[in-house]
């Protein structure tokens, strides 16, 4: 089932555990995203564009002092959330690669790698908010609908488990996010009542 895929697996380190899933998640939605990348009408989006109802996602270029929060368009946000992604979990001083098994938990392990995979995710979901918001036509007429549903559910499945997402940010999506937790709930719930002692 999805609870038992996205349950901790018994002598696993959850860091570990969530690290593992964000590089999947991220490759899950790089790739819905490439089916839509060369779509001309990606152009025709003006900074503020392409959000989900009543939200607009801001980018930060810089860091720090230096740091300026720009508008940007949905289609060029997902390129720098996807770009910004992608140089996190390539960076092995941030997600060392599993052949230094103590490394990689002691790195797992620190404040900086939480906050680091909740930021992760939480760009995830914006993604996911942006395509079903504004792209989900197309998608549908590619048939890509249902690998972007079961992709946006073992994600929701995952979040939930593990309370990656915010309130705050699922508010955009909560007629989507509502039902796929309920069915979450109640087959866990089902899960434990069938459990032994």
């Given at each position: 089932s999805m609870n038992e895929a996205v349950a901790l697996p018994p002598g696993e380190s959850c860091a570990g555990w969530v690290a593992v899933h964000a590089v999947d998640f991220?490759?899950?939605?790089?790739?819905?995203?490439?089916?839509?990348?060369?779509?001309?009408?990606?152009?025709?989006?003006?900074?503020?564009?392409?959000?989900?109802?009543?939200?607009?996602?801001?980018?930060?270029?810089?860091?720090?002092?230096?740091?300026?929060?720009?508008?940007?368009?949905?289609?060029?946000?997902?390129?720098?959330?996807?770009?910004?992604?992608?140089?996190?979990?390539?960076?092995?001083?941030?997600?060392?690669?599993?052949?230094?098994?103590?490394?990689?938990?002691?790195?797992?392990?620190?404040?900086?790698?939480?906050?680091?995979?909740?930021?992760?995710?939480?760009?995830?979901f914006r993604v996911y908010g942006i395509v079903y918001s504004s792209f989900f036509g197309t998608l549908e007429a590619l048939g890509m609908a249902p690998h972007l549903n079961t992709c946006f559910k073992h994600f929701m499945f995952f979040c939930t488990e593990f309370g990656l997402l915010p309130e705050r940010e699922v508010e955009p999506l909560e007629v989507l996010v509502k039902p796929i937790r309920k069915q979450y709930y109640l087959t866990k719930q089902q899960g434990s009542v069938g459990a032994g002692p």
């Open positions: 991220y490759n899950d939605v790089s790739t819905i995203w490439a089916v839509m990348a060369g779509d001309p009408y990606l152009s025709s989006f003006r900074p503020g564009e392409g959000f989900p109802s009543g939200v607009e996602y801001r980018w930060s270029e810089g860091t720090g002092r230096d740091a300026q929060t720009i508008s940007v368009s949905a289609p060029v946000y997902i390129e720098k959330v996807l770009h910004w992604i992608a140089e996190q979990i390539n960076d092995e001083t941030k997600f060392p690669d599993d052949d230094d098994e103590a490394e990689a938990l002691r790195v797992f392990q620190t404040p900086q790698f939480a906050a680091l995979c909740g930021q992760i995710f939480r760009r995830l």
